[in-house]
C-alpha cells in the first residue's frame, strides 16, 4: 500500500480518531524529527481500544487498576500503528501533538514543537512485528517526503530525546532494520 499525506496533513490510509490533545506549532516551526513511542494500556494487552481512549480524551480511568495515574493526562501522538501495521491518526501533522513530554534533541528543547509523534502498539520489555515495521518504514519515507526538513537521522526513540525519563521504544526495537531499509527505499526514490 502506497501511504500519501493530502493537504490537510492527514495520511489518506490512516483512520482519522481527532484529538483535543494539541495545539499550534509555534510560527516558522514545521516538523524535523520523528519519535517513536510505544503503548498499550493495561501494558502488554493489545487490541483493547485503550490507548485510543486516552489519545482521544475518552478514557475512563476506572476500566482498569492501572489506569489510575492516568487521570487528567492530556496526551497525543499524531500517528498510531498497531501490532497489524494498521494506522491512525490523531493529531494533523501540521499541528503539535502532546507526545514528547519534557525532552531535547541535540540541544533544542520542547521536542513538541518540531517533531511528529509515532506510537507502536507494544510494550518496552517485547518486540514489535513485521507489520508494524512496514508500515512505520512506509510512514517516515512519506513524511521525509512532505516534510524535507525531516531526514533519515532524525527518526528517534522517546528515550533518545527524554533519556533517563522515558524508555520506549524499548531495547527490542529493531533500530538496524529501520534505518537500513529507510536508506534502501529511499536510495530507490533516488535512482535514475
Known amino acids: 500500500m502506497q501511504l500519501q499525506i493530502n493537504?490537510?496533513?492527514?495520511?489518506?490510509?490512516?483512520?482519522w480518531h481527532p484529538s483535543p490533545h494539541f495545539d499550534a506549532r509555534p510560527k516558522e516551526c514545521w516538523p524535523?524529527?520523528?519519535v517513536v513511542h510505544c503503548v498499550s494500556l493495561p501494558e502488554g494487552e493489545y487490541g483493547t481500544g485503550a490507548p485510543q481512549r486516552l489519545f482521544t480524551g475518552q478514557l475512563d480511568c476506572r476500566e482498569h487498576s492501572s489506569f489510575a495515574d492516568l487521570e487528567g493526562l492530556r496526551v497525543a501522538p499524531h500517528i498510531m500503528i498497531d501490532r497489524?501495521?494498521?494506522?491512525?491518526q490523531f493529531v494533523a501533522f501540521n499541528h503539535r501533538a502532546w507526545h514528547a513530554g519534557i525532552s531535547s534533541w541535540r540541544g533544542r528543547s520542547g521536542c513538541n514543537d518540531f517533531s511528529i509523534g509515532?506510537?507502536?502498539e507494544g510494550a518496552v520489555a517485547e518486540g514489535y512485528t513485521d507489520s508494524q515495521y512496514?508500515?512505520?518504514i512506509q510512514l517516515v519515507i512519506q513524511l521525509m517526503i512532505a516534510y524535507p526538513q525531516i531526514s533519515a537521522d532524525a527518526v528517534v526513540g522517546h528515550c533518545h530525546i527524554a533519556p533517563g525519563r522515558k524508555a520506549d521504544p524499548g531495547p527490542h526495537f529493531n533500530w538496524p532494520h529501520l534505518m537500513l531499509e529507510l536508506h534502501r527505499q529511499l536510495s530507490a526514490f533516488a535512482a535514475p
Open 7 to 15: 493537504a490537510e496533513h492527514r495520511l489518506d490510509q490512516a483512520l
Open 32 to 34: 524535523e524529527l520523528v
Open 84 to 88: 497489524r501495521g494498521q494506522l491512525e
Open 118 to 120: 509515532v506510537e507502536l
Open 134 to 136: 512496514r508500515s512505520l
